[in-house]
């Protein structure tokens, strides 16, 4: 494992307060982890060097919930709510899906993340192995779940997979891939069948992801199945009991919810884009925030947002909490810069990793300040969350290997990347109208 040196940075944002800001500071890496930040003895001998003279050196971007091969899908169905997009356009193209589409769809999904600061993403879809592989080759870390649907004839299929996917992945690739168990949502997965879920989860020894409380029409049909609502009802069978539970959306709440979710340290992926465009409400964020809940942020699939894009996600969830609540003290630029990054990997289950600190893992981004929109700096954290673009992202670094510099990535050729996704696209879509 080689060491790297991170020098005469014009700024180091640890991530570790508000107020700590390092001017003109060094970093260092060995191996895998960060071994110095500010001060850099000088008997440390770095076999690379990367000068950040005019760049801010900050924790990579954590994207929290995602569907990273739904990159086909994008703009192939949009402007509708959530369960008739779902039911009328995603579900039906999504069966003749196969292992090839998500590979080139994965790819696609993890250049687009990679180029906008992103280095660890959570995933739920199908054929997951192969969005394993597309990370691998990347060079990004992946927190994966094959999605289950807890009744109909795939079932006991998604039950078996998810296995087979927690043997050949969980904590593989050098640590850079963790497994999860993915059930849908409880108005997919009937309580027999998250019971069975959460058994396999605790004898495998990972954790949970699962939609939930994503709109009013989902507590309305769980109201009506099972007498309570979605997050009570995760409650009552125990869901969120002594394991990892990574909750995506969480948009319709009640007081008494947002505390279980905030005493029980429920990982919530905040979504704000995709709950915009699906029209599904907005997320209590400010007052989970108040209670402790751990609130990372997701994009959600790039059929639903339309982008992977973690910059704009933390602009916007600033941004939709202040106008929402008419408060513009609400959601202050650090607190989504700290979703973003810190608190999204401790809702991952990671707690080495969304800070700068010694003995951290060295995921990091060098953002180029250098740019016209960049000047004044009053406020470096204003700038990044308001002002800064994905295209300002210069630098990218997984597990202490440089995966992108000046904007090139390193691993993947980009432009093959796109032709192949562009031709798998076209393939679904003759092969979906060919089966009808
Ligand atoms: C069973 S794999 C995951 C499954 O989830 C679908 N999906 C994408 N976005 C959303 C969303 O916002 N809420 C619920 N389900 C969503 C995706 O298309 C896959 O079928
Ligand atoms: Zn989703």
């Known amino acids: 494992m080689g060491s790297l040196l991170i020098k005469n940075a014009t700024a180091i944002l640890p991530m570790t307060g508000p107020d700590q800001i390092l001017y003109n500071a060094d970093l260092a890496i060995e191996g895998k982890e960060i071994k110095y930040v500010g001060n850099v003895p000088a008997e440390f001998q770095p076999d ?58 994965s790819l ?20 997951m192995g192969r969005v394993a592989e597309a990370a691998q080759v990347v060079g990004i870390r992946a927190n994966l779940a094959r999605g289950m649907i807890g009744f109909g004839p795939n079932a006991e299929r998604a039950i078996n997979e998810s296995v087979e996917l927690v043997e050949c992945w969980h904590c593989k690739a050098d640590g850079m891939v963790k497994v999860m168990l993915g ?60 394991r990892q539970v990574l909750a995506a959306h969480c ?11 905030a005493n029980h340290k429920v990982g919530i992926a905040h979504n704000p884009e995709s709950n915009m465009k699906l029209a599904s409400g907005v997320a209590p964020v400010p007052r989970l925030l108040e209670l402790g809940a751990v609130v990372g942020l997701g994009t959600d699939g790039p059929s639903s947002n339309n982008n992977l894009d973690l910059m704009q996600e933390m602009r916007s969830a600033a941004l939709l909490h202040k106008v929402f609540t008419m408060n ?54 204003a700038n990044l969350v308001y002002s800064a673009t994905a295209a300002d992202v210069d630098t990218v670094i997984v597990n202490g290997r440089v995966i992108m510099t000046e904007r090139k990535l390193l691993f993947v050729d980009e432009k093959e990347v796109i032709e192949r996704a562009e031709a798998r696209t076209k393939e679904l879509l003759a092969r979906a109208a060919s089966e009808k």
């Open 251 to 261: 948009v319709h709440l009640t007081d008494e919810e947002m505390e279980i979710l």
């Open 328 to 381: 513009p003290t609400v959601l202050p630029a650090y607190t989504a810069l700290e979703m973003a990054t810190v608190k999204g990997a401790q809702a991952l289950g990671y707690d080495n990793l969304g800070q700068l600190q010694p003995g951290y893992l060295a995921d990091i981004i060098l953002i180029d300040l250098e740019k016209p929109h960049l000047y004044p700096r009053h406020d470096l954290i």
């Open 48 to 105: 690379t060097v990367i000068d950040a003279r005019g760049k801010v050196v900050m924790p990579g971007l954590v994207n929290c919930h995602n569907h990273a091969a739904m990159t086909l899908l994008r703009s192939y169905a949009d402007d509708l709510p959530l369960m008739e997009w779902l039911q009328k356009k995603i579900w039906p193209i999504e069966a003749h899906l196969n292992s090839e589409d998500v590979y080139w769809g």
């Open 108 to 127: 696609l999904a993890c250049a687009e993340m990679v180029k906008s600061g992103t280095t660890l993403f959570a995933d739920m879809y199908f054929e």
């Open 183 to 242: 059930p849908h949502a409880p108005y997919t997965c009937p309580p027999e069948y998250l019971e069975r879920v959460m058994k396999l989860a605790d004898d495998l020894k990972v954790g949970i992801h699962i939609h939930l409380a994503e709109t009013k029409a989902e507590v309305e049909e769980i109201k009506e199945k099972y007498g309570t609502t979605p997050v009570k009802l995760m409650d009552q069978i125990g869901l969120f009991k002594g």
